[in-house]
């Protein structure tokens, strides 16, 4: 499933990097037709899911009553309803990609922003604004974590580069145990300044304070994740190495910072204005990968709309199971995530016999 | 040569343990047959039955509740964790008072350094009941929130007979009754109530029976819906579930206050289209509680007083 091991892949052009994958992408990938038709059912389904989304909460909302002008109803729907749902897609196709250019960048499909740091950084650095500067504003917060998730994603980038073997296992249990690292750091200053619990309440993906007025930043990931299928094969490039890429007459340094930037971007808002919602990167492009192959510019819009609709699907689930209490969103995609993530392990095991 | 020397060496040890084990057992008769007056009561909490010194000299609380009841009844505190103390406790954050740990976690050196004759736990450090009892006697005052007043009246009623100002408790707690019973009868009149807290942006419920169900189950006011939030956490709720609840009172416990990060007031989580349509809201009926008060200290003498006076105060 992941690139094959050797560094040079040898003639592959540009656009179609990394070459077809092996084993049982190939056998699986017939049962999918890779037309715009199954990408606009698959974008159906997902609207199908938003408009569930949009009708499912504890006031009253009906299309009966929003149809006869119900001005309760309709008031509730734009202030909470919306905005909620709109949230859920932002997020999710956002993490989603966020985890694909991640898993190009450090050329192995089991990376993301939660596994590498890059989450960690951000909660760090929003601990330290919220120490330092307490009652700061959400752009000072949203600055501040952006700048500490870059640190820690170029970080792990940079021990990756030094890493002499880029083994499958090795890369991602490096990110594992500087995130860890960084976790480690932040728990400590919250334990010293009586925050944990605040941390937790942060950490926790949760859209149930979303409401008018209060998830607009997240606009900013929207544009971010179309800038990143933009620029999708550009990644897939600098992942093979700064020759390679500059052999190809592009300049690596910059396309490296553009996806630390959009990456830490992402994440930091992200969890500035929701929580983190862990394996979300990790699932959803290596799902769309099994389905698909791995050609980078035709599984981005997959991966946004696959990620888009399993995160409304999570919300949808941890809003009605409690009802009208909710679960935080998180846990959800937690529980679901690593059960998906089992089974792709396991899977790929049974494929190697 | 070295194996004559090793077996030395362990003789020697055997000898001076046993030695050690046989002084300790003298002494500890000693002092048992020197004090024929009764000392001790003992207590029955939440984990047990301890024996506990009257008039214990050195007195460490976790348990803020416990440490208001002591210094409203003029009792010398000497270890408390390190928080964020309301004003009514404010001389206890300073160094005067030894700091042995946080709210959940107990600095153990600290407090075997300072060999206290009493440990006061409750919910909190709960768990760290065997450690603390090896050090020196612990009791557990955790309020029992199913039934807060008279696990409040019990725990008070413990602290009183310990030092021996039982008295000067009933006394307050007479008057604590009295209060009850004024904001009950206003009440009757308020119409229903929600009490919800902030953290962080995100809202929780708590209904009666939870840790503020005070509220509720002693002051009387008629909850706006049934929570089943059992124990010290609330259900995750949304400005909707608010709107569509619609409570004529609305209690607002800031977290994020009680814990010292003035990030997001609760008053600005409260203020939107939605809760702002609420009759809480229309009717100027959002009272925010005192954090500190409510979340960190809870069931003392002089707390508890205060609590109902601010509910008193919200609903008349």
């Known amino acids: ?353 | 040569m070295k194996n004559t020397l090793k077996s030395r060496i362990v003789a020697g040890t055997a000898l001076a343990s046993l030695l050690a084990l046989s002084a300790c057992g003298a002494e500890t008769a000693a002092t048992a047959e020197e004090a024929p007056e009764p000392t001790n009561v003992t207590v029955e909490h939440a984990q047990g039955t301890t024996e506990v010194p009257v008039n214990p000299e050195t007195v460490y609380t976790f348990d803020l509740g416990a440490l208001d009841t002591m210094d409203a009844l003029d009792v010398d505190v000497d270890g408390v964790p390190a928080a964020n103390f309301p004003d009514s406790l404010s001389k206890f954050a300073g160094d005067d008072y030894t700091k042995i740990g946080s709210m959940k976690e107990p600095d153990f050196e600290a407090i075997s350094e300072g060999a206290p004759d009493l440990i006061i736990i409750s919910g909190r450090v709960a768990a760290s009941y065997e450690e603390l009892s090896k050090i020196a006697p612990t009791i557990d005052l955790s309020v029992d929130a199913a039934d807060p007043m008279a696990s409040f009246k019990e725990a008070t009623g413990t602290l009183g007979r310990i030092f021996d100002k039982e008295e000067a408790a009933d006394e307050k707690l007479a008057a604590i009754d009295k209060r009850i019973e004024e904001t009950k009868t206003a009440a009757a009149d308020a119409g229903t109530g929600l009490v919800v807290m902030t953290s962080g942006g995100e809202m929780t419920a708590y209904g009666a029976g939870s840790r503020f169900g005070i509220i509720h189950d002693v002051l009387g006011v008629t909850p706006v819906a049934e929570i089943k939030s059992e124990g010290k956490h609330g259900e995750s709720v949304t400005a909707e579930y608010i709107a569509t609840k619609n409570p004529d009172n609305l209690f607002v416990i800031d977290r994020d206050t009680a814990v010292g990060e003035s990030g997001e007031a609760a008053v600005a989580v409260l203020d939107n289209e939605l809760v702002n349509g609420t009759n809480a809201a229309k009717n100027d009926r959002i009272t925010t509680l005192d954090a500190n008060s409510w979340y960190l200290v809870g069931y003392g003498l002089t707390n508890v007083d205060s609590m109902v006076t601010e509910v008193q105060n919200g609903i008349s």
Request: with cysteine; glycine share 10%.
């Open chain 1, 1 to 353: 499933m992941s690139a094959p091991a050797a560094p040079a892949p040898g003639p592959a052009s540009p656009p179609a990097l990394p070459p077809p994958s092996t084993s049982a992408a190939v056998t699986r990938r017939r049962r999918f037709p890779r037309t715009a038709a199954s990408l606009a059912l698959g974008s159906a389904a997902v609207f199908v899911l938003a408009v569930a989304s949009m009708f499912i909460g504890v006031s009253d909302v009906s299309l009966p009553s929003l149809l006869a002008g119900d001005p309760v109803a309709w008031q509730v729907f734009w202030v909470s309803r919306v905005p909620r749902t709109l949230s859920i897609i932002l997020a999710g196709m956002a993490l989603s990609v966020a985890g694909l250019i991640m898993q190009l960048m450090a050329r192995n499909k089991f990376v993301e922003p939660g596994t590498v740091g890059t989450v960690e950084s951000a909660s760090l650095g929003i601990l330290v604004v919220t120490v330092l500067l307490p009652g700061a504003s959400m752009i000072m917060k949203m600055s501040t974590a952006t700048l500490f998730a870059a640190a820690g994603t170029a970080l792990f980038l940079l021990i990756l580069r030094r890493l002499p073997m880029r083994n499958t296992l090795i890369v991602p249990l490096v990110g594992i145990m500087l995130g860890g690292v960084i976790s480690a750091v932040t728990t400590f200053f919250a334990y010293r300044t009586d925050l944990l619990q605040t941390l937790n309440s942060w950490m926790v993906g949760d859209f149930s304070g979303v409401l008018r007025g209060r998830y607009e930043l997240l606009w900013i990931v929207g544009i971010l994740t179309v800038i990143g299928y933009l620029a999708a094969d550009r990644f897939t490039v600098a992942g093979m190495g700064a020759d390679f890429t500059t052999n190809l007459g592009l300049n690596y340094n910059r396309v490296m910072m553009l996806g630390l930037v959009i990456v830490s971007l992402i994440s930091a808002v992200v969890v500035v204005s929701v929580g983190s919602i862990p394996f979300l990167g990790l699932i959803v492009p290596n799902l769309v990968s099994l389905m698909i192959g791995d050609n980078v510019r035709r599984a981005v819009p997959w991966v946004a709309v696959f990620g888009a609709g399993f995160v409304l699907a999570c919300d949808i689930i941890g809003r009605t199971i409690r009802y009208p209490y909710e679960i935080p969103v998180g846990v959800i995609v937690s529980a679901i995530g690593s059960v998906l993530f089992l089974y792709l392990l396991l899977r790929k095991r049974a494929a190697r016999g």
